[in-house]
């Protein structure tokens, strides 16, 4: 890109194997598909490195002079995009771009132009109001979800069926109910920790691969529980979300393959269950529909779809991308551990939201298509264009975030965009707020010296549009003691 990394703080741009491709084709996932500033000096805010390039209005990351739009959807933009942003933000706030899949679409990249899209009513989330529809068919959305007849979720669906939806789903995610799956979600963490350790038979150096045996099966077998998944099917829910997330790559068209069986399991799950209603959701969502909510089988099985595919892997990226930065900000770690140490869970929390903010796991919020023509950012929307807010570059918008490039776990004032704003904020939030402080507080506890076992340069991010995630974290460990 030219100028450096200084966006995420992580260091150099990554090289990928020469091999490598960005999965620009049918199995691309829209929704999935330098100069580090120094660690903070705790308490007091770090001041920023002497003689940087110009930076964009209150010391963001540097901002080259006005040029040639920077690259877009390469795979080195995905290793490092916040410097691009930093120039749309600055040049270009709100910017039409044709995708690696040929679809024409408006990035929005400013905090408040990102705040005001993400509320308002104009700018619709079914896609019908799609203006290239024809064209744009199977290019928008989750890859396989129309050929497998699961539209009609939260993501697709605007008022009035998007509040009577979102209000039957909302029970399972009430403060209550979160808080009394916590035991839960900490047996998992433990367990996974395990199986971590006793592979490692007695060696005195550890090794593992992060993404594939922690941050991954965690929110999958999480919300397999939440749904009411039988444990012996869970496995089978596993190997298809992997493939839907492309964890290791895999054949074309395997996306859309993944996505028939789980619906089609989805659907036989709901008629067991019509005979043996337990205390999940999908027993939820059928008693529901049993008393007028006037659900359709449909209609729960894209749900529980969605729970399922929005349920994991926001929460992989968050526990991926936040151990990534923690081990990449050893001052910043070793605060954090020190505080879990001592039995206070405050800087936890803020430590959570702020890794959100930092490198948060949802990159571009999901499609939305103006119903009318509007304004945005002084650029004028057409009725029926595709707009996509970039929340990770909203996120580091220096005009509303005191030193945006910085990591700080004790930052306060941090509204940030991570899971959403307005009537489409993200439902799973308290859950995977939840996994997330569970998850890293148990890593830091139990493997308290984890580090990396890979250069910066070494780590592949996955390609897609919407999600922001490794594909693999290798670190090293000592071992618990048996």
Not at 418 to 439: F, K, M, N, V
Request: charged share 25%; aromatic share 6%.
């Amino acid at each position: 890109m030219g100028w450096g990394g200084c966006g995420t703080g992580y260091g150099r741009e990554v090289q990928h194997k020469p091999d490598a491709q960005p999965e620009t084709g049918s199995d691309a996932h829209p929704e999935t598909g330098s100069d580090a500033r120094p660690e903070p000096r705790l308490p007091a805010r770090p001041e920023a490195p002497a003689g940087p390039p110009p930076a964009d209005a209150a010391g963001g990351c540097p901002v080259p002079a006005a040029g040639p739009v920077p690259a877009l959807f390469s795979w080195e933009f995905a290793a490092d995009p916040y410097p691009a942003y930093a120039w749309l933000r600055e040049h270009a706030p709100v910017h039409r771009t044709r995708l690696p899949s040929g679809v024409e679409a408006w990035l929005v990249t400013r905090y408040p132009d990102a705040r005001q899209a993400l509320a308002d009513a104009r700018l619709s989330k079914n896609p019908v109001h799609h203006s290239d529809a024809a064209d744009g068919k199977g290019k928008t959305g989750i890859p396989g979800e129309r050929g497998a007849n699961l539209m009609t979720h939260l993501l697709n669906i605007d008022p009035p069926d998007h509040t009577r939806l979102r209000r039957l789903v909302s029970k399972a995610f009430t403060p209550r109910r979160v808080a009394a799956f916590a035991p839960r979600i900490q047996e998992l963490t433990d367990q996974l920790i395990d199986a971590m350790v006793e592979k490692q038979h007695g060696a005195q150096r550890g090794s593992a691969d992060l993404i594939h045996e922690f941050a991954f099966p965690l929110p999958i077998y999480a919300i397999c529980d939440l749904l009411g998944v039988p444990p012996e099917d869970q496995d089978d829910f596993r190997d298809w979300a992997g493939m839907m997330i492309r964890h290791g790559g895999g054949p074309r068209g395997g996306v859309a393959r993944a996505v028939k069986k789980m619906r089609a399991y989805l659907a036989e799950l709901i008629h067991r269950k019509r005979a043996d209603l337990g205390d999940d959701l999908i027993s939820g969502l059928i008693r529901a529909s049993d008393h007028g909510e006037h659900l359709t089988e449909n209609e729960a099985a894209a749900m529980a779809f969605i729970l399922l595919f929005a349920g994991f892997e926001t929460t992989v990226n968050l526990i991926g991308n936040g151990a990534y930065a923690l081990l990449r900000h050893p001052a910043q770690r070793e605060l954090l551990q020190k505080s879990i140490a001592a039995g206070d869970t405050e800087l936890l929390g803020t430590a959570v939201e702020e890794l959100l903010r930092y490198d948060g796991p949802v990159e571009l919020a999901t499609w939305r298509y103006a119903t009318r023509e509007l304004t945005l950012g002084g650029q004028r929307i057409a009725e029926g264009d595709p707009v996509l807010v970039v929340l990770a570059a909203a996120d580091r918008d220096p005009a509303r975030f005191e030193e945006p490039d910085v990591l700080d776990l004790t930052r306060r004032d941090n509204p940030h965009l991570g899971y959403g704003h307005g009537i489409h904020y993200c439902l799973g939030a308290p859950l995977a707020r939840l996994e997330g402080q569970t998850a890293l507080a148990t890593l830091l506890t139990r493997l308290p010296d984890l580090r990396l076992a890979a250069e910066s340069d070494d780590l592949r991010w996955r390609g897609g549009l919407i999600m922001r995630g490794l594909r693999t974290l290798p670190v090293e460990f000592t071992p618990e003691p048996s």
